[in-house]
């Protein structure tokens, strides 16, 4: 497939929500989600790598495409932000 018709594929607008502000972004089914996180926590003002993904309940990875999760025109991604680290918890005996 040539560049010329891989470039009149449709795009895809996929909404991303995060805490009830929505962006939309038009990407084509084969480019990579990790340029989509990026442009997305650009937009939202936050850093790199901020941001955790889901689609449907499943987490998104950066490695993922759209058309890999079968995604079509308008189908939405929620964001969350990451926790770092975690909390032991110590019981007595």
Same mark, same amino acid.
């Given at each position: 497939?040539? +560049?010329?018709?891989?470039? &009149?594929?449709?795009? $895809?607008? $996929?909404?991303?929500?995060?805490?009830?502000?929505?962006? &939309?972004?038009?990407?084509?089914?084969?480019?990579?989600?990790?340029?989509?996180?990026?442009?997305?926590?650009?937009? =939202? @003002?936050?850093?790199? @790598? /901020? =941001?955790?993904? &889901?689609?449907?309940? /499943?987490?998104?990875?950066?490695?993922? /495409?759209?058309?890999? $999760? @079968?995604?079509?025109?308008?189908? +939405?991604?929620?964001?969350? *932000?990451? +926790?770092?680290?975690?909390?032991? *918890?110590?019981?007595?005996?």
């Amino acid at each position: 497939m040539s +560049q010329e018709e891989e470039d &009149t594929k449709p795009k $895809l607008n $996929l909404n991303i929500i995060y805490e009830g502000a929505h962006i &939309t972004v038009k990407v084509k089914a084969n480019m990579r989600f990790a340029k989509i996180f990026e442009a997305a926590e650009k937009k =939202f @003002g936050k850093e790199a @790598g /901020t =941001f955790r993904f &889901t689609y449907e309940g /499943t987490r998104v990875n950066a490695e993922d /495409t759209p058309a890999s $999760l @079968g995604m079509e025109d308008g189908d +939405q991604i929620d964001a969350f *932000l990451g +926790q770092v680290g975690g909390c032991r *918890l110590w019981i007595k005996s």
